[in-house]
């Protein structure tokens, strides 16, 4: 079955999400949408999904025109969707969960979970795929997971398979293990559109590169382009992707964890054990796939962390039991992974934002009154020197991309007086621009004489940005590595096996 | 869930506008409906359509007209006092809505649903009126003092409510709510027992205020408009200044927003929340001391009457924000005091203010109503297409 996007156009009140796409994916091929987030990709699809209306263009199946008033179109019309935030229900079994919403019956109305089942074991057979139909969802690894959406999006027969960054919650290994997958579908003739803004990945499956920028298709590429031309493409100006950065020059080791154990609500160890060092001028990147404990360990170290027993030492101080604020007065800058959510209040202007962690003390205030002034002042110096861009500083923090959001983030956090610096996932989801931008000021602030940690999913930015990487499984530390130890070395130990 | 209380505290202003006009025009209708004269020319509307058309206009012209004699200017009254009696009326009956109005808009600024208006007033009522009973001092200390007893008995009594929320995470709606039958019965209790109650009296009421007590009736004693209307506004101006110039209100609007960010970056939620509750009660129990040592000079049961829920309304109709919370509490203070002449002249039920108060918290809940009614776009829209420009400026620049 042969999928063609001729001339979508689909606009948001002045905004054009997508301008004239062409998009032409067919049997038997890997088609890669690549573009950095915010480009159109997601609304492309959602097009397709018949989650939005076009505003123009027409899709066609085999070179017939079709319309999809929803997803239940699309997917009768043999158009599968892998989602990149997987539509499962944790409690409900693999086999529960792949026939959601198409439930078998039998003898009018029971539901026929052996029909369920055994559909699934053979979709499972035919791929390799392993899964068990009787497994809790909730219970398995993340890949397998991803591979029962896989199923899922086949039960229906689906000639058309449409992956949305499937690989941002994979380890190394089990990318691998989907790359082959992807293989695997495209030699029984499908026709897969794979979306994303990893070069490696592309570089690997790719037949077809169409590159998307600013809603526009600026272009096809060949799967032989190096990642320096495609991420060019992409980002619209020639770019390194390089981390520049100069030897470190590592002092004392003036931030200590020591025999760090943290439990959840539950009662549930979600830190065990653990035993870090970081010295000036040095960034250690914690590595490791998400949800092995690195949100508890920056959690535990700014103080926000309930039950936790051992050591956090700055400068000889001791962190465990002081309340963030006291935290942040040690000079610990936080840049949270979340930062829409942790970093910063939306409605508030850029200025106000700038000003959240000092609002109660001089400068910002004097008694209990703001220093407008000053603010205005500061806020507009910060907007310079970390080239914000923005109307003013008056614009909400809402009205900013992702880019400049991080930006303003990391002018509050580095405004203060450091000693230590902690980032989580620093250029999660932001544009190539503002990612140099982001590594730059972090590289600056470890010559500046501090210590940094950087917790990162991300391989490739642990092994450019760290001069030691620490990797995390678990909630333990499965070993402290420098910066140019090997991928497979570093993925065997994402997934748990010491170096 | 989040998103429609945001939405519903903090309506645009269009939409206010509009949801206080359709909720008139209802109340015209159903005055309409009620008129003995509208439904004897309804009988026979096909024969005489004229006699059914101008018995409308007569009862809903009739019906406001008194409205707005009993509640600004009447321009019946033989004399200038009964002239420009009703402004004054309203304006003593705006003060305690405003007042408690504004300790609501304190709270929902910062993300706190307080709901216990009502109780929070009676506290500040009890505690001014002890000392405004009890005492015999000279004015300048009596009065402030009375009015000190009341906030701060009604900031301990709010602030509690924080504390419980800060230390055990308790809700506070819930908390709140509670707290006003903790309150009503605690002050019809207290009423029967010597320490409250007139010497003498049997039913349920104290001895009056003394003299040196009572807010001063600047206008004379025939008019109930006294001090503690200057109180009122410069609690507004105050309440204006701490939540847009001071770095306590600023980290009350930070933790309304976004507790989330609010705690990463450093500030205490759990003082916060109690420094809100406190303030929002002190102001509520501003209100009750406006009652007691102004308007009635006793205190009695009935002594928050519906102030405390009327106050929720008041900060919801102005989005908030002190001067918004002005306006809507001088409306509402005008719709309680055309009311009592609109029922005595025009024999409107006085409930059909009511209807009027209540479909416009209504409207104001449901935006998309208004906006149908009144034939407008989505606001939404609108401000992604703003946004969608100020990027594209962003970029140019």
């Not at chain 1, 042969?2 to 004239?20: H, P, Q, S, V």
């Not at chain 1, 690989?167 to 026709?191: F, H, N």
């Not at chain 1, 970093?343 to 109660?360: H, K, P, Q, Y």
């Not at chain 2, 049961?301 to 306006?327: E, H, M, N, Q, Y």
Request: net charge neutral; charged share 20%; aromatic share 8%.
């Amino acid at each position: 079955m042969k999928l063609e996007l001729r001339g979508i156009t689909k606009r948001f009140g002045a905004m054009t999400a997508n301008d004239n796409v062409n998009l032409v994916a067919e049997p038997g091929q890997i088609h890669c949408l690549l573009g950095e987030n915010g480009a159109g990709k997601s609304t492309l699809m959602n097009v397709l999904y018949g989650l939005y209306q076009a505003d123009g263009g027409d899709i066609l199946i085999d070179d017939k025109v079709v319309k999809f008033a929803g997803p239940g179109d699309a997917m009768a019309a043999g158009i599968g969707m892998v989602h990149q935030h997987f539509m499962l229900i944790p409690v409900f079994t693999v086999a529960e969960n792949v026939i959601l919403g198409h439930e078998p019956t039998k003898f009018g109305g029971l539901l026929d979970l052996e029909a369920a089942r055994k559909q699934v074991r053979e979709i499972s057979d035919r791929f390799g795929f392993e899964v068990d139909p009787d497994a809790i969802v909730g219970d398995l690894p993340v890949g397998v997971q991803q591979r029962v959406e896989i199923i899922k999006a086949l039960m229906g027969d689906a000639q058309v398979l449409v992956f949305d960054e499937p690989t941002a919650v994979l380890t190394p290994q089990e990318t691998d293990e989907l790359m082959a997958i992807m293989k695997q579908l495209r030699s029984e003739g499908k026709a897969i559109v794979f979306i994303t803004h990893k070069l490696r990945e592309v570089k690997e499956v790719a037949d077809k590169i169409t590159v998307i920028r600013l809603g526009k298709i600026v272009g096809e590429a060949s799967p032989k382009s190096s990642a320096n031309e495609l991420a060019s493409m992409m980002v619209g100006r020639a770019v390194d992707l390089d981390v520049e950065k100069a030897v470190a020059k590592p002092g004392k080791a003036t931030f200590k964890i020591t025999n760090l154990s943290a439990w959840n609500h539950a009662g549930t160890k979600v830190l065990d054990d653990i035993n870090l060092e970081i010295h000036e001028g040095e960034i250690l990147v914690i590595a490791g796939v998400q949800g092995n404990g690195q949100t508890e360990l920056t959690e535990a170290i700014i103080g926000m962390h309930g039950k936790t027993a051992g050591s956090i030492e700055l400068d000889g101080k001791e962190l465990i039991g002081k309340n963030v604020k006291q935290v942040l007065d040690l000079g610990v800058g936080f840049v949270p992974e979340d930062r829409t959510e942790d970093g910063l209040v939306a409605e508030f202007t850029i200025a106000e934002n700038l000003m959240l962690d000092r609002s109660d003390r001089k400068p910002f205030a004097k008694g209990i009154s703001l220093q407008l002034d000053f603010l205005k002042k500061f806020a507009q110096d910060k907007l310079q020197q970390f080239d914000i861009r923005a109307q003013g500083i008056d614009s909400t923090a809402s009205q900013l991309s992702g880019g400049n959001q991080q930006k303003v983030v990391l002018a509050r956090e580095l405004s203060r007086e450091l000693r230590l610096l902690v980032a989580s996932q620093p250029t999660r989801g932001l544009d190539v621009g503002s990612i140099e931008f982001v590594h730059e000021q972090i590289v600056a602030t470890r010559d500046s004489g501090i210590p940094v940690l950087i917790v990162a999913t991300e391989l490739d930015e642990a092994t450019q940005l760290g001069d030691r990487i620490a990797v995390m499984y678990r909630g333990k530390v499965v070993g402290v590595v420098p910066s140019n130890t090997s991928r497979s070395v570093l993925g065997q130990m994402m997934a748990g096996i010491s170096a | 869930m989040n998103k429609v209380i945001k939405q519903i505290f903090n309506p645009s202003a269009l939409v206010t506008v509009l949801a206080v006009l359709a909720s008139f025009i209802i109340g015209g209708l159903l005055i309409a409906f009620a008129n003995e004269n509208v439904q004897t020319a309804a009988g026979y509307l096909f024969a005489r359509p004229g006699d059914f058309f101008l018995a409308v206009w007569n009862s809903v012209f009739g019906a406001y007209d008194a409205l707005f004699r009993g509640s600004i200017f009447n321009y019946k009254a033989l004399d200038t006092v009964g002239m420009i009696k009703p402004i004054t009326e309203t304006l003593s009956y705006a003060t305690p809505i405003t007042l408690a109005g504004l300790g609501m808009a304190v709270a929902f600024r910062s993300g706190l649903f307080n709901i216990g208006g009502t109780g929070q007033i009676i506290f500040g009522a009890m505690g001014a009126a002890w000392v405004g009973f009890t005492f015999d001092l000279p004015a300048f200390i009596h009065l402030p003092l009375a009015v000190i007893a009341g906030v701060v008995a009604s900031a301990l009594f709010g602030g509690f409510v924080g504390f419980l929320k800060a230390a055990t995470g308790a809700n506070e709606v819930i908390v709140t709510i509670m707290m006003n039958y903790i309150a009503g019965l605690l002050l019809f209790y207290v009423l029967t027992t010597p320490l409250f109650q007139a010497p003498g009296a049997t039913n349920p009421i104290s001895p009056e205020i003394v003299e040196s007590a009572k807010y001063w009736r600047f206008m004379g004693d025939g008019f109930r408009i006294n001090a503690s209307f200057f109180v009122m506004l410069a609690m507004v101006a105050t309440v204006w200044w701490l939540l847009n110039r001071s770095s306590v209100g600023f980290q009350f609007r930070a933790l309304g927003h976004n507790p989330n960010a609010s705690k990463v970056a450093g500030i205490n939620i759990g003082l916060n929340y109690i420094l809100v509750m406190a303030i929002s009660g002190a102001l509520a129990g501003l209100a009750g001391t406006s009652q007691v040592l102004g308007a009635e000079k006793f205190l009695t049961p009935s002594v928050a009457a519906s102030f405390g829920f009327d106050a929720i309304t008041v900060a919801l109709l102005g989005r908030s924000k002190p001067v918004g919370v002005l306006a809507a509490g001088i409306l509402f203070g005008a719709l309680r005091a055309g009311a009592v002449i609109m029922q005595a002249n025009q024999k409107v039920p006085i409930d059909i203010v009511l209807i009027v108060q209540s479909l416009v918290v209504l409207f104001i809940a449901a935006p998309p109503l208004v906006r149908l009614m009144f034939g407008l776009s989505d606001p939404e829209k609108r401000s992604a297409k703003k946004a969608a420009k100020a990027e594209a400026k962003g970029v140019a620049a």
